[in-house]
């Protein structure tokens, strides 16, 4: 997801606005309260905004600074300035290191360049639509845009079988029924969670980039060699399918350990999906061969265990280790499980508990 997205959802929904540049844009914006000149203005207020947070990177706000359009005096000038702001956010995501971050709201009070781009793209998307019908035109953008924007800031929403991802990327955002679900009136995406340890960050993984790694790809991320190791890409499968029934959530997904050093993914860990009714959410991880023995699992295990057990809706962590790999069982260890017993009678696997 990058500056190529940006840039077809741009000019797309430039294309479509263009041909309806005649008419009065001061009516109703579909179901928004704004008008369609107000809602237009919005989709370049917002494209230059993300472009700002990327090129400043600011960790606690959004950069201090606003557009204004006095100068335009009809729709084909706002046009220009969408069709502007729209290259600077490609060019800003195109030009930002993969592991830079920058401020935004929710959920988790940041969001990389991938985020930025999505962000980008959902606002031209969905507010063209809005524009589109409150003019009474036609408008229906890609596909891929759509599921592009799902997989990557909507992994809390099911995805409906076959390719009319427009129509659930509409509902997600409350303008549209599906069959089956209730309608909406309030949402948000959700940007990846990241989780800061001494050497490393602990990088959510989007489905977008889990369905790479179950597919052999790298999902985006720059491993040591030797990785992904194979559980890194079975965990992702786990959350490709926890995607597709709808009940993936980000916070208890998969994490891609990252070295600060040298932005190098070296391992993969994560829950096998959220706490059940006692609170007992269970914990797995691996490491690619030559990034062992230095500490990297147990000061991701800390990390993420301490974020976990500091919930209401966490009493205790669960982890299984086979009973001849030592080297897994000091790492689950040094971070401060503790051996509770066996999980079947030949005692091939040990059971390990860390409670708050």
């Not at 929904?13 to 005649?22: C, E, I, S, T």
């Not at 969408?82 to 030009?95: D, P, Q, S, Y």
């Not at 953008?141 to 129509?167: N, S, Y």
């Not at 948000?188 to 889990?210: D, F, K, M």
Request: charged share 25%.
């Amino acid at each position: 997801m990058g500056g190529d997205q940006v840039e077809e959802a741009v000019s797309g929904a430039v294309a479509a606005l263009r041909g309806a540049a005649d008419q009065d844009w001061d009516v109703r914006a579909g179901r928004l309260e704004w008008s369609c000149r107000t809602t237009a203005e919005h989709i370049a207020s917002d494209l230059v905004s993300y472009a700002g947070q990327l090129a400043g990177r600011p960790t606690d706000r959004y950069v201090p600074f606003r557009i204004a359009f006095d100068e335009c005096e009809s729709p084909e000038d706002v046009l220009q300035v969408i069709e502007a702001t729209g290259a600077l956010l490609a060019a800003a995501v195109r030009t930002t290191p993969r592991e830079a971050r920058a401020f935004h709201p929710y959920p988790f009070r940041s969001a990389n360049r991938e985020g930025f781009a999505a962000m980008g793209v959902a606002e031209v998307l969905l507010h063209t639509h809005d524009v589109a019908e409150g003019l009474g035109i036609a408008y229906e953008p890609p596909a891929a845009l759509c599921a592009d924007v799902l997989t990557r800031i909507f992994p809390h929403v099911r995805p409906e079988p076959g390719p009319d991802h427009w129509q659930t990327l509409l509902w997600a955002t409350g303008r549209g029924e599906l069959p089956g679900r209730a309608p909406l009136t309030s949402w948000r995406w959700s940007n990846n969670l990241v989780i800061p340890a001494e050497r490393l960050t602990l990088q959510g993984v989007t489905p977008a980039a889990a369905a790479d790694l179950t597919a052999g790809g790298t999902g985006g991320f720059e491993w040591i060699e030797g990785g992904p190791f194979q559980g890194t890409r079975d965990a992702a499968s786990m959350v490709v399918k926890a995607y597709e029934a709808g009940v993936h959530r980000p916070e208890w997904g998969m994490f891609v350990l990252v070295r600060r050093e040298d932005g190098r993914a070296v391992g993969g860990m994560g829950f096998h999906g959220a706490p059940d009714d006692e609170g007992r959410a269970e914990v797995g991880y691996d490491l690619a061969v030559a990034a062992r023995g230095n500490g990297y699992a147990t000061e991701a295990l800390r990390a993420m265990s301490a974020l976990a057990l500091a919930r209401d809706d966490v009493s205790y962590l669960l982890a299984t280790v086979d009973r001849t790999n030592s080297p897994s069982q000091g790492v689950i260890s040094r971070a401060g499980f503790t051996r509770v017993g066996t999980l079947d009678d030949d005692g091939e696997q040990y059971a390990y508990e860390l409670r708050g």
